[in-house]
C-alpha cells in the first residue's frame, strides 16, 4: 500500500492565521485599555509593529500588521511545507 501525500492549501492557510493574528493583536489592544492589564506583552508586541499601541488607532495599526506579519509568515511556512513534501502520489 501506497502513501498519500497530503499538500497544505497555501493561501487559505495564510488567512486563516493572519485574520486570526490580527483580530488577536487588536483584542488585546482593546484589553489593554479596558483594563491596563498586559502591557508587558502589549510593549513587546509594539517593538515589533509600528504605531502599535493601547489606543484605538493603535489597535487598527495592530490588526494589520498583526495580519500582515502572520499571513507571510505561514505563506512561506505552506510554501516550503508542500515543496518538502513533494507532489501528491495517489496510489
Request: aromatic share 16%; hydrophobic share 60%.
Amino acid at each position: 500500500m501506497g502513501m498519500l501525500t497530503r499538500r497544505i492549501h497555501v493561501p487559505a492557510l495564510a488567512l486563516a492565521g493572519g485574520i486570526t493574528w490580527g483580530f488577536a493583536a487588536a483584542v488585546l489592544a482593546v484589553w489593554v485599555m479596558i483594563t491596563d492589564h498586559g502591557t508587558a506583552v502589549l510593549d513587546f508586541i509594539a517593538d515589533l509593529y509600528p504605531w502599535y499601541d493601547a489606543t484605538v488607532a493603535g489597535c487598527l495599526w495592530g490588526a494589520l500588521w498583526g495580519f500582515i506579519d502572520m499571513f507571510g509568515g505561514l505563506f512561506l511556512f505552506g510554501l516550503l511545507y508542500n515543496l518538502f513534501a513533494g507532489k501528491p502520489k495517489n496510489t
